[in-house]
């Protein structure tokens, strides 16, 4: 070696070395890491340094199962979730949550550029797949309440729940108006008038916090570590499909589409709702997830949404029919729609491949992924991920704490509708005397907690039994509130000689659907689930009975009402059983009114309120109030 290569190796060395300190303090002290910096600057900064594979890996949402801290790191991943039912453990702590979700975490910090991932779950009436959580009415039963008031505490626990698992991201609210009870979703919707859904929007600023008055119009907000972001779906017209049939076609004109459909998106967006998922359905014949027009033209461009679109649950792959069966242009379909992360949520390699080799061939421009990173990117750190990205366990006690099962209670109370009280006008049953000597309670709903809950309970389809988590059974609701001299007879499907030969007072009989979600919900019938009318029969035509019905929407009821005393419409309350007891025995009053129209048979249907054929059993609006003694009581205000 001459003398002047002596000399360079030192010299070439100390710059690498320098160059190397550099790059180093570059990323620590770069933009998009400083919180004092404006979003859009930091948004700016980041970008700018992200690879191909990085900005795919931010668009990318990967299930819970398969999410790895290596695959993490390894392909950049933005997003992960626990679809229905999918726990670290069965019955698993808050703890135990906290810890999966940092491992995650802790993956996709590791990166080059250390973006934090976003974890996303389900909670859709309180955080529901999670053992000991509050579970409060579906959105069938809120809607009666009319009261956005409540809604928004319910956003606000709802949140604490959530974060109390170290998850910062719920897939709610289900806005769409339902305008057909045979449809399997029909319990998520809150209405099947558009005016109470857009009041219920109020549950945003409860899941998210409120948005501050210098808010520019549709660009999303998350106050911190007690709130989450939301989402609002399914994106459009997922409530209007033909008879019902989920996930199919919805036929309506496009003002139709803008005067039923979409006025509940205009409030979620004024109240800084962080995104949006898409529906399965189509809109006369093209699929949502496909549909630019609406995703891209009307959502993000005239509406001004600032947050990011999200799939559905291989919501791409249903592009085509059947699914999956051309992957390439589904994906193509799809991203250039406007939705900027896919909910994978498995084969995540096969979306990664198909996405970068479509944008290195020029198929999906790369100002389409820059927007989609930019959205999800804006999302993370308005909710301040970036500055917090592991969850601790200070929130634990906040799961199914005493205060939110006691709002749940309220919840349940204020959405019962009463829809009968006596055979007659002057001789009403309710309220029931708490002092009996005996009473009968029976039905296949009386004492099953996992029937009163419903789907999207602990598992995706929900679960018959008292095991599934903690909560109060009517049943056990009932005995509580009666006097203590009363014995309660509890028999489930009583022969009609066991009904006489007893001397009851009186009797409750709950009865309704078993659980269900989505497409196996699906129903041409409507009918209550045998041995329910057997039940009716045989109590009611022996004793004075009340029959309550747990349901995800109207069934046919009219064939029982001639025999029954009195009907209370309980859809399905929730954890919280006492709230029906609280009404049935006068403590409190009924107040609730129908947010959706009782049809007198299936083949009325669809019929919504203001239909030229309108000719209910129990119109819109309707529901018999009642008074109760402890309101107005300061003691139990």
Not at 179 to 200: A, K, N, T
């Amino acid at each position: 070696m001459n003398v002047m290569g002596r000399f360079l190796v030192p010299i070439i060395t100390g710059f690498l070395l320098i160059y190397c300190l550099a790059a180093v303090t570059e990323a620590k002290q770069a933009k998009y890491r400083d919180p004092k910096q404006p979003v859009s600057v930091r948004i700016k900064d980041l970008v700018r340094r992200m690879t191909l594979a990085e900005k795919i890996g931010q668009m990318t949402q990967i299930e819970r199962t398969v999410a790895t801290p290596d695959v993490m790191k390894q392909y950049f991943i933005g997003s992960v979730l626990s679809g229905g039912g999918s726990v670290p453990a069965p019955k698993a702590s808050p703890e135990t949550w906290v810890n999966a979700v940092n491992e995650i975490q802790k993956g996709a910090l590791s990166t080059r550029l250390g973006i934090p991932m976003i974890y996303g779950i389900d909670a859709v009436h309180g955080h529901n797949n999670v053992y000991n959580a509050t579970i409060f009415p579906h959105n069938v039963g809120l809607g009666v309440t009319r009261d956005p008031v409540l809604l928004k505490k319910i956003g606000d626990a709802t949140a604490l729940e959530v974060r109390a698992t170290g998850i910062p991201y719920a897939f709610a609210p289900c806005i769409a108006v339902c305008r057909d009870p045979r449809w399997g979703r029909c319990y998520e919707s809150y209405s099947e008038d558009h005016r109470i859904v857009q009041m219920m929007t109020e549950i945003i600023p409860g899941l998210q916090g409120d948005l501050p008055a210098s808010s520019p119009k549709g660009v999303p907000f998350v106050a911190g570590k007690n709130k989450v972001a939301a989402c609002a779906k399914h994106y459009v017209g997922d409530g209007g499909t033909t008879k019902g049939i989920n996930e199919n076609n919805t036929v309506i004109d496009y003002n139709g589409l803008l005067s039923i459909h979409m006025p509940a998106y205009l409030d979620a967006i004024r109240k800084g709702v962080a995104t949006v998922m898409v529906s399965y359905s189509s809109w006369n014949g093209k699929k949502m997830h496909a549909n630019r027009d609406l995703v891209t033209g009307f959502l993000k461009n005239k509406l001004r949404f600032r947050g990011f679109v999200i799939s559905d649950w291989e919501g791409i792959d249903r592009i085509t029919s059947p699914p999956h069966a051309n992957y390439s242009y589904s994906v193509q379909a799809g991203v250039t729609a406007g939705i900027d992360m896919v909910m994978v949520p498995n084969k995540f390699n096969e979306f990664l491949d198909d996405l970068t080799s479509q944008v290195q061939n020029n198929i999906i421009p790369m100002s389409r992924i820059d927007d989609a990173v930019r959205r999800i990117l804006r999302v993370k750190f308005v909710m301040g991920l970036f500055e917090k990205p592991l969850a601790d366990n200070s929130l634990a006690n906040q799961l199914g704490s005493p205060e939110h099962r006691e709002l749940a209670r309220e919840a349940v109370r204020k959405s019962l509708v009463l829809l009968k009280n006596g055979k007659s006008m002057g001789k009403p049953l309710i309220p029931l005397p708490k002092k009996a000597q005996k009473i009968l309670v029976a039905g296949s709903h009386a004492d099953n907690l996992g029937y009163q809950c419903g789907g999207w309970t602990i598992t995706w389809q929900g679960l018959s039994g008292n095991d599934l988590t903690i909560g109060t059974t009517i049943l056990n609701a009932v005995k509580s509130a009666v006097h203590p001299d009363t014995q309660v007879v509890y028999n489930e499907n009583p022969d009609a000689n066991f009904v006489k030969s007893n001397n009851f007072a009186y009797a409750i009989v709950v009865v309704g659907e078993l659980p269900y979600v989505e497409t196996f919900g699906d129903s041409l019938n409507l009918t209550i689930s045998e041995p329910g009318p057997s039940t009716i029969s045989n109590v009611c035509a022996s004793v004075k009975c009340v029959v309550v019905v747990v349901s995800g929407r109207p069934v046919v009821i009219e064939p029982y009402v001639s025999k029954i005393d009195a009907l209370v419409a309980a859809w399905l309350p929730g954890t919280e059983g006492q709230g029906i007891a609280d009404l049935l025995f006068g403590d409190y009053g009924f107040t609730g009114k129908l947010a959706r129209t009782w049809f007198r048979s299936v083949d009325q249907l669809p019929m919504n309120v203001g239909d030229p054929h309108y000719d209910p059993l129990y119109p819109f609006g309707f529901g018999l109030t009642t008074k109760g003694t402890k309101e107005g009581d300061p003691t139990y205000s």
